[in-house]
């Protein structure tokens, strides 16, 4: 189940990712609007969301990253 997170979560999630991905321009954003995903994005470009799931009071947050294959170097 899809939940929205809180300030706090947003803040905190920011936190962990960008000490487990050793990236300081990661940044985790509240959903634009109500309904919407959080969105995770580097440099300002959106790379993927955010749910958070409480099962059973057990909460997890699961990340849904997109790379376009155009982004990708070129295959050798």
């Not at 509240?30 to 994005?41: D, F, I, T």
């Not at 849904?64 to 990708?72: A, G, P, S």
């Amino acid at each position: 189940m899809n939940a929205s997170l809180s300030a706090s979560e947003i803040t905190r999630l920011q936190t962990a990712l960008r000490r487990l991905l050793g990236s300081k321009d990661l940044t985790v954003n509240p959903a634009p609007r109500a309904g919407m995903s959080v969105e995770l994005s580097v440099n300002g470009e959106v790379i993927g969301t955010v749910h958070r799931d409480d099962e059973d009071g057990d909460v997890s947050y699961a990340i849904n990253m997109v790379v376009l294959e155009e982004d990708l170097p070129p295959a050798k």
